[in-house]
């Protein structure tokens, strides 16, 4: 059985990237910061931009909108990242369990995220890691490569793209809700079970995947 993995969220803690990409921007408009925790919340459960930029008039919405996301992909923010908490563990059980890994980003910047899994000493569990092309159809054709055929593959996404992509490609989906997504608006992207972080998955095959093949996923062949 395949796993394709996300990298922000369910294996690299992305909230400091989000924070220092954010007060970055802020800084720059001269605009008071939500404090962290609000911040976070917010941009988890989906706010519009005016939620947590304090005092914002339309050109202030329209640089945070240009500026954000290429700060999210710059070195000095990716850096702010670590591994999430007791991600080794479960990666580790995973790959005992004779599941096999793979790594997948949205995101530009690959090889700020490959130092980040190389410093965390991450790497090792990963048969492949992938960054899938910006173009939908170029991304689709990727994530099915990724399944090298094999007939059991689940998804575990952070954001709700990566959910819609996996389901596209008829594959199960499941969201990992510990990144810049809530389990809410994974579920309703599409993911059909949604777990804390990757222990809850792990838990999940460790019982015999039942509600996962309730949920779709083909049953283990006898």
């Known amino acids: 059985m395949k796993i394709i993995l996300e990298f922000d969220g369910p294996v690299i803690d992305v909230e400091p990237v989000y924070w220092a990409a954010y007060s970055r921007v802020v800084a720059e408009l001269g605009l008071a910061r939500k404090d962290r925790a609000t911040f976070w919340r917010l941009l988890r459960r989906g706010a519009g931009i005016g939620e947590y930029l304090l005092g914002a008039k339309p050109r202030h919405l329209q640089r945070f909108r240009e500026a954000f996301p290429e700060l999210l992909e710059s070195d000095e923010c990716l850096s702010a990242g670590a591994a999430a908490e007791g991600v080794a563990d479960e990666l580790r059980a995973l790959a005992a369990g004779q599941y096999a890994l793979s790594l997948v980003t949205l995101g530009r910047n690959g090889p700020a995220r490959q130092k980040l899994l190389d410093e965390a000493d991450l790497s090792v569990y990963f048969t492949r890691m992938s960054r899938l092309a910006a173009a939908p159809n170029q991304r689709l054709d990727q994530l099915k490569e990724l399944t090298e055929g094999e007939a059991r ?70």
């Open 153 to 222: 593959v689940v998804v575990a996404a952070g954001s709700e793209s990566l959910v819609k992509l996996a389901e596209e490609a008829n594959l199960a989906a499941v969201g990992i809700a510990n990144g810049p997504c809530t389990a809410r608006r994974l579920t309703q992207a599409g993911a059909r079970m949604t777990f804390t972080d990757l222990e809850g998955l792990g838990e999940e095959f460790a019982t015999g995947a039942r509600n996962l093949v309730a949920a779709g996923l083909p049953p283990r062949r006898t």
